[in-house]
């Protein structure tokens, strides 16, 4: 079952405008990531943010956690229409034997038009 | 170029046939995954390996085997395969815990049962 959800499940905005995407999940965590995934391509990891964090930035990608809502925000600022894709977040599992694996939502489909 | 391979790119597989798909990496990584993307389900995890000789069920683990010889190798095999099967499988791996470090995905594979 997913453990993350994204929202919107869509969004399409204009070139330079910011886009915002959104995560909620059920269960503690240790961390966060975002991933984003071009039509036809695998998956390319942008941004992990630990539990006891609450922002982290990298480039144009500003990345929020909020354990006590147990919720994630990925923003991209001046959108690019290369910036168009899939963007997913992920979770851990606690697993056994001090191993985790990731459990992904289903994404946001981000379209960027010029 | 330091990464993961997955072959076949594409695949159309008739019922009942035995299947593997490969997949490779050159990146040295302990950790390996694969994961199945199917549309509205999002990314879900089939089988998991921590480390050479050493591999665990995920989410969705049925009508799936896999083995890890070596670090670099992690076919996963289709015994017989079903149409519901039918799904772009991709293949992962990490640098130990791969919920810290993220994961580096390969292309994928198209499969399709008929």
């Known amino acids: 079952s997913q453990q993350g959800e994204e929202d919107p499940q869509a969004l399409s905005i204009q070139e330079g405008e910011n886009a915002t995407m959104n995560c909620s999940y059920k269960t503690s965590i240790n961390n966060l990531q975002w991933y984003r995934q071009n039509s036809g391509r695998g998956l390319v990891h942008l941004i992990l943010?630990?539990?006891?964090?609450r922002e982290k930035h990298s480039g144009r990608l500003r990345v929020t956690l909020d354990t006590s809502k147990k919720s994630s925000s990925l923003l991209i600022t001046a959108s690019r229409a290369a910036d168009t894709a899939s963007y997913f977040c992920a979770t851990d599992n606690h697993g056994n034997s001090g191993y985790s694996t990731l459990t992904f939502g289903k994404g946001t489909m981000l379209l960027v038009s010029p | 170029i330091a990464g993961i391979t997955q072959a076949p790119t594409s695949q159309i597989l008739a019922a009942g046939r035995r299947m593997t798909l490969r997949c490779t990496q050159d990146m040295r990584h302990n950790a390996m995954y694969w994961y199945r993307q199917d549309l509205g389900l999002g990314l879900r995890l089939i089988h998991y390996?921590?480390?050479?000789?050493?591999?665990g069920k995920g989410e969705v683990p049925d009508g799936y085997s896999v083995s890890r010889a070596n670090t670099d190798d992690f076919p996963l095999t289709l015994a017989s395969a079903v149409p519901s099967q039918t799904s772009v499988y991709f293949c992962a791996s990490s640098a130990s815990d791969g919920a810290v470090y993220g994961y580096t995905f390969g292309s994928g594979t198209r499969l399709t049962v008929v």
């Open positions: 943010i630990r539990s006891n964090e």
């Open positions: 390996s921590n480390t050479a000789g050493t591999t």
